[in-house]
């Protein structure tokens, strides 16, 4: 692909280095807050809401899915070297299901080939949420025949994991052919893993996407994830321990916490005593930093099982288990799938664990987005996917009701990662970080996964708690809006259902800010109704953070009003060659069209600064809904346009023309939409 600075180094720079509790360098209701509320309780009344499975009735559907996955996947018109793998299944109130799928063709994996399928408690199929809207024509026309050799691949892959300090000489798992489907086109690659340390010490699990064709880096993520006890930060608490004395929680799947005593791999050594009594809350004695990271995890057990229905990580009942004294002044904490477990430094000079509450929440979620959603970790799926992991930080905290640690919307605010006493991250307003941002734009995706989180952090809160100046539990509040419009939150634990519910069966692996905006409304209708406050509040939420419209304006692609004209066909968009067009026909309409004719635009591209696109009228005349920009550096054009088409006649064939006006990027118009 093309190489521009402003995209490629930047972007890249965030996928290496982003990968940990912060970034290297150093992851109607009422607007007050209720610690201890049970949201499930109050929300029970709603059949949509997800049950509580136990493992054995979790593996048992799983087993039902497993067995029926070839009829699915003919009733999805899936192709015949096409097979589905299951990943998980939830189930609500009213027995529908939503199972996850991973995808294979011609016995390869497919990246970006995930979906969730929704089906009724009598067996018939509601909806399906697909990571990528490639048809199975296009996959059909894959050649899965390689033109370079894997070599290729892993020298790429230990070069670019060289740049960022891993002093390995040979990938950790050996390229393996996939077809890559997350962006545009589906097309042959190898996917190499390369293993070794980053330059702060952070493990490292670079994943490297190459074309299988021409040995180009198609993309790239990092797979390490970042973020009676006497504890240094919740005070004296009880923890689940074994009758032998180990920091062992049988009650919470057997999850362990170990100590690295300053190593930087392995297990560890799991903690003992002669007696139940764990550390003395001070940072000097190895055991008081276990008791905290102990004590989170088995919070964040806790709360994912009581409130959302989710035994474990996996849902299965198994707990993963921690690790402390992390390196040597190592200022940071990650989750890893590879190990299944958290890990904690014991901050500068050793002296300032990071295991409290929240940062234990944060690490332990990403087990859970990594076993849900899978959501990508770069780009706005990457800002999702940190984002995720600070909501149920906050959740936790106020679920926990800790008076030593009270609940709040500031991430890190125990462990002074600043030294000035200032939290790592801001929910209410995140560029009070100096680095965050309030709001969406276009350019969102290409920063750090932990500053494009901020928009998502910010909705959360907003649904929350609402616009405005505040105070919660001691600490004061003002969230601004983007529009300059108020609004009204329905209570942390309504929105935490929303956004854990849209993880678990809206989101996939590519979901950006516009599909995670689709997918909370679709949630917020199932458990409160379309015309609900609570409905309008996330439609609100996300107004303010510049991401869609509010209800009732008339330019709010979701909006019930007026008549919708859409064609969902998808149209392949050559590199750097004619135009294409997507068109509908328009009948039943009087007179002409309006002064604000919406024009809704669903296109996945690698580089949207290539594209052109254009607006053309049943008399052939343009409108220019979109320039090209060579600094236009993010993926795809999810947007609603607004058009002053009052001097053309409503009724007749619209077409939306668009154009790759320059080499190297790919994609694919999925649906294009008139709302009169």
């Known amino acids: 692909m093309r190489s521009t600075p402003s995209r490629r180094a930047t972007a890249t720079g965030a996928l290496i280095a982003a990968a940990a509790l912060l970034a290297v360098g150093v992851q109607?209701?009422?607007?007050?807050?209720?610690?201890?509320?049970?949201?499930?309780?109050?929300?029970?009344r709603h059949g949509a809401l997800t049950k509580q499975l136990t493992p054995s009735k979790r593996a048992e559907l799983?087993?039902?899915?497993?067995?029926?996955?070839?009829?699915?996947?003919?009733?999805?018109?899936?192709?015949s070297q096409e097979k589905l793998v299951v990943k998980d299944v939830v189930q609500d109130n009213d027995g529908t299901t939503h199972t996850r799928y991973e995808r294979t063709f011609a016995g390869l994996p497919v990246l970006g080939g995930d979906m969730?399928?929704?089906?009724?408690?009598?067996?018939?199929?509601?909806?399906?949420?697909?990571a990528s809207k490639v048809t199975t024509g296009q996959l059909k026309a894959v050649d899965t025949t390689a033109d370079v050799a894997s070599a290729t691949a892993e020298k790429q892959a230990l070069g670019l994991a060289k740049a960022d300090g891993s002093k390995k000489t040979e990938a950790d798992q050996a390229p393996r052919k996939v077809v890559w489907m997350a962006?545009?086109?589906?097309?042959?690659a190898y996917e190499t893993v390369v293993g070794g340390l980053q330059a702060d010490g952070t493990p490292n699990e670079l994943h490297v996407i190459t074309d299988a064709s021409t040995g180009a880096k198609l993309y790239e993520w990092q797979g390490i994830e970042t973020g009676t006890g006497n504890t240094e930060y919740s005070g004296t608490v009880t923890l689940g321990t074994s009758g032998s004395y180990t920091l062992t929680d049988t009650g919470r799947g057997s999850h362990k916490t170990y100590n690295l005593n300053h190593g930087?791999?392995?297990?560890?050594?799991?903690f003992s005593n002669t007696t139940d009594i764990w550390g003395d809350g001070t940072a000097s004695n190895a055991e008081t930093a276990a008791a905290d990271a102990h004590y989170g995890a088995a919070e964040t057990w806790d709360y994912y099982k009581n409130v959302h229905g989710r035994t474990g990580i996996k849902g299965d009942g198994v707990g993963a288990y921690s690790r402390v004294h992390y390196g040597n002044s190592y200022v940071n904490a990650f989750w890893s799938d590879s190990c299944f477990c958290m890990t904690y430094g014991d901050g500068s000079g050793n002296a300032a664990p990071l295991t409290a509450l929240d940062v234990a929440a944060h690490e332990m979620t990403h087990g859970v987005t990594s076993n849900t959603a899978g959501l990508n970790y770069s780009g706005e799926s990457g800002g999702l996917n940190e984002a995720t992991s600070d909501i149920f930080a906050s959740a936790v905290e106020f679920y926990a009701n800790n008076s030593s640690d009270p609940g709040d919307y500031l991430i890190g605010e125990k462990i002074d990662i600043n030294g000035d006493g200032t939290p790592l991250r801001y929910q209410d307003k995140p560029s009070k970080d100096g680095a965050s941002k309030d709001s969406w734009y276009s350019g969102l995706g290409n920063l750090d996964v932990h500053y494009s989180s901020g928009p998502a952090n910010h909705f959360f809160y907003l649904l929350a708690e609402g616009s405005g100046a505040k105070t919660i539990n001691g600490v004061d509040y003002d969230s601004p809006t983007s529009d300059g419009l108020p609004v009204t939150g329905i209570?942390?634990?309504?929105?935490?259902q929303i956004w854990f519910k849209a993880l678990s069966t809206q989101f996939t692996s590519t979901t950006n800010y516009a599909s995670a905006r689709t997918g909370t409304l679709a949630v917020a209708g199932d458990l409160y109704g379309t015309t609900s406050d609570e409905y309008n509040a996330v439609a609100n939420a996300w107004a303010a953070i510049n991401v869609g419209s509010r209800p009732g304006d008339g330019t709010d692609p979701t909006d019930p009003s007026g008549t919708v004209f859409e064609n969902a066909t998808a149209v392949s968009i050559p590199d750097k060659g004619s135009a294409v067009t997507s068109s509908v026909t328009v009948t039943g309409v009087t007179g002409n069209a309006p002064s604000s004719l919406q024009v809704g635009v669903d296109i996945t591209h690698t580089y949207r600064g290539d594209l052109v696109i254009d607006l053309v009228a049943p008399d052939g005349t343009t409108y220019r809904l979109k320039n090209s920009s060579i600094s236009d550096s993010a993926d795809n054009v999810q947007e609603t346009y607004t058009v002053d088409a009052s001097s053309e006649v409503a009724n007749g064939t619209w077409s939306l023309k668009v154009q790759d006006v320059?080499?190297?990027?790919?994609g694919t118009i999925n649906s294009f939409k008139l709302t009169f």
């Open 28 to 44: 109607t209701g009422t607007a007050t807050a209720t610690p201890g509320g049970d949201p499930a309780a109050a929300g029970a």
């Open 62 to 79: 799983i087993r039902e899915a497993d067995a029926t996955k070839a009829a699915t996947a003919k009733d999805l018109g899936l192709g």
């Open 116 to 130: 969730v399928v929704q089906q009724s408690a009598s067996g018939a199929t509601e909806g399906v949420t697909k």
């Open 183 to 188: 962006q545009g086109k589906p097309q042959l």
């Open 264 to 270: 930087t791999s392995g297990t560890g050594t799991l």
């Open 491 to 496: 209570g942390i634990d309504k929105a935490a």
């Open 662 to 666: 320059y080499s190297g990027d790919t």
